[in-house]
């Protein structure tokens, strides 16, 4: 339990009606979307980079940890605080500084949520890519501590493609600048690149410095009903073989059809069996012709039917099943388990092909969607924990998942991070020397451990 | 002096003939483009990852330094044998080891040269756009270690933005894996984006893992000649603020085009006072329009003429002229220090009067030229080194170079990184606190400070 005196020093350095030790706000920071818990001991709001320093150096004094935190929405238990200690939350340092039109650069405090972020820079025409399912709710402090993804990523790149500066608060306290407003830079290490995905552990953020694009004059969007999964999975293939990166090629098996089925309106022919919704963007009249060539492409394997959005009504309607998945999926069975598998993008019908067989050999539902264009599959293991020996069940599938993403040359997870659901499984990707070399790096600069410790690495 | 057991190691580990400590092999290897020279005591060439390894472990033993070696071709000295000691050269490991038509993947050995790369993966309708000026003969190990840039960069990205991953011997002999053939993975610590623009501080490439894009249908280019210099660098600005991001944005001042017009066979009007070269790449319909937007954007900004290339052999007219720029400027004055600033692309115009002023303070030629649509200026200080006085004026105006880019929110160096060139001026951009981070990290990998020693950071 974190001590009196700490709790007074931190009332002291960002106002008593930024530090909470209430129980019931104590839970309110006690888990994020793994639905774990763990309760801090006290949470705090601070609002300025220097109070945020003074933190830490506070935290070192007394050696409690402290858990940097944005809106909670991780899926790896990146923000939790395992070891009680102090929740520090970004929230309230929310304003969009500067969106500077004339050099496509906008500068955020960490708490800015996504969403509202993409709005503000589309109204001056300008384009933030990165499109986490979470956006309506996580910030860009979290999209960059996790290194976010989303649909856009296969032809735009991740949260890391975009963030050209950083102002980080070190585990020690100091404060300094990584990185700036210009589209190129070399002095010194790439400090930016190394935040980004590092989960909150080598440092917080404390403002973001983002590259935006122009904003594409239009876009596309097409429904594609495959009759076999096999099908929608080479489909992926046959357009990046082609020389084609479209702008998102999302793909959900036939149970996850089924379950959009019976949770939504959706109309689709029993004979689909799997879906690929596929964007094009760009020049208005560059779209038509695009999409024509990727139909063209695809129609010989299993296409059942092709839905082209005229309007963008129809495009939100096709969004919608989407967006429609997560919720769905509880239909299955009350748990799951949404692991975020990457492999190399010709791998992905050999990589569904394996799922189904842990599937099989484990008895367990897995229903598989995501973004398949760049080989990123969200495999949802479905279980329902009040059955004795399913929870088990699932640990050993997850474990078969990664060892067959790994055997493809893939990853354990290409957007989510591993925090604490995948630090178990860190040596399944990591060589110990790898391991050694990151987790030197860390002890270096956070020679107390008290950033956010016991993520990434058990150890 | 190395001593002779250490040599006869060497000899053991890369066998006889890859070990030379004769006078004339090391004299070509003791010096880059800078014209600096240091002469190593031994020059290897090891031909394998174990090799590197294990030479690693016998300059830790033997607290003898390392400095690894692409082509030598860099500007700022990264890979000069500053202490004597091993210069390590991967010229031998030269294999592009494969090229994955399905995934837009390629994995080469760091010796191959960048250009030889280009053509390869070109042939199989690939494209790999980094484009350094010296990509003839510079290696794509000192490209990733360096952060080589290029004109492309403008649409396209600086060579860590197509890194996927790497093998890496590290400062203490281990052999280490980053990233991997999947276009996202957030598994542990960027270690990829780290190593690109290290300069061989932080370990050895052995294997480099990169992304390709489809090669685009065809491109347009323009050459643009201006009647001031402002003109072109509003130009640029007008540009990106109409949301274009062409492929490439090259720039030259007035005395830049004086020295090519004497130089080459370039017939210019009088009134030109400024060149930009501006080339569109992409789908063939659409570049004729893009073209004519871009045309139309900046007739109102003191346009003397633009000529458009209809053929390939147009085209490579035009580049030609660009490509003549280093050796035309010896006309000038036969020593030049060629920096590399990049500030944000608005403000190039402001930089560029700034450098005036500079040129005028001092009276020494400034010659300028370089990538504007990132903001990314090379800045030629011209001097006569045996004329007294002149270095010392222009170590002077360079020093105001920096600090005029720093006070516009630039950099000292886009692309040719830091080395021993700009050691010196680490302090004017990077705070002690940021500086203290990154040494941490150094100091911590590398405890012995064998690996490159003296680069980035004089201390």
């Not at 605080?81 to 906008?106: F, R, S, Y």
């Not at 329902?384 to 050993?396: F, H, M, R, S, Y």
Request: charged share 25%.
């Amino acid at each position: 339990m974190t001590e009196s005196h700490i709790i007074a020093a931190l009332k002291e350095i960002v106002g008593a009606d930024k530090v909470s030790t209430e129980q019931a706000d104590r839970i309110c920071y006690s888990y994020d979307a793994t639905q774990q818990k763990f309760l801090p001991d006290v949470v705090v709001h601070p609002t300025t980079t220097e109070q945020i320093s003074r933190i830490m150096r506070l935290a070192n004094a007394e050696k409690t940890p402290v858990f940097p935190r944005g809106a909670g929405s991780g899926f790896s238990g990146g923000s939790l605080p395992t070891k009680g200690g102090i929740v520090l939350t970004t929230e309230q340092m929310d304003q969009i500084l500067e969106i500077d039109e004339e050099n496509l650069v906008a500068v955020v405090q960490p708490g800015v949520v996504t969403e509202q972020f993409q709005q503000a820079v589309e109204k001056v025409g300008l384009f933030y890519p990165p499109d986490p399912a979470s956006l309506k709710f996580s910030t860009l402090g979290g999209n960059v501590a996790e290194c976010a993804g989303g649909p856009r990523c296969v032809k735009y790149g991740v949260t890391k493609d975009y963030i050209l500066g950083l102002e980080v608060v070190t585990p020690t306290g100091d404060v300094i600048t990584t990185g700036g407003p210009t589209m190129k830079g070399v002095v010194g290490y790439d400090l930016t690149k190394l935040m980004c995905g590092s989960e909150g552990t080598l440092g917080i953020m404390t403002k973001i410095v983002i590259k935006l694009l122009p904003l594409p004059e239009g876009k596309k969007t097409m429904l594609v009903l495959f009759d076999s999964i096999d099908g929608a999975a080479q489909a992926v293939s046959a357009i990046v073989r082609n020389k084609i990166i479209p702008t998102t090629l999302e793909f959900m098996d036939g149970r996850t059809l089924d379950c959009v089925r019976q949770a939504t309106s959706l109309q689709v022919p029993e004979a689909a069996r799997a879906v690929l919704i596929i964007e094009v963007d760009g020049d208005l009249e560059f779209l038509d012709k695009q999409a024509r060539k990727i139909a063209e492409i695809i129609q010989p394997l299993g296409v059942v039917e092709t839905r082209i959005a005229e309007t963008h009504e129809e495009s939100e309607e096709i969004w919608q099943i989407r967006r429609s998945v997560s919720a769905s999926l509880r239909k299955v069975n009350p748990d799951k388990f949404n692991e975020d598998i990457c492999v190399p993008r010709s791998k992905v019908p050999e990589m569904i092909r394996k799922i189904d067989v842990i599937a099989e050999t484990y008895s367990i539902p897995i229903v598989n969607f995501g973004h398949a264009g760049d080989g990123n599959i969200h495999v949802n293991i479905m279980i329902d924990k009040q059955v004795p020996g399913e929870l088990e069940k699932a640990e050993k599938a997850i474990e078969e998942v990664f060892k067959g993403a790994l055997s493809l040359g893939g990853t354990m997870s290409g957007e989510h991070g591993v925090g604490i659901a995948k630090a178990a499984y860190i040596p399944l990707e990591i060589t110990p020397e790898t391991a050694l070399y990151m987790k030197t790096i860390k002890k270096a600069l956070d020679p107390n451990n008290i950033l956010n410790p016991g993520k990434i690495f058990l150890d």
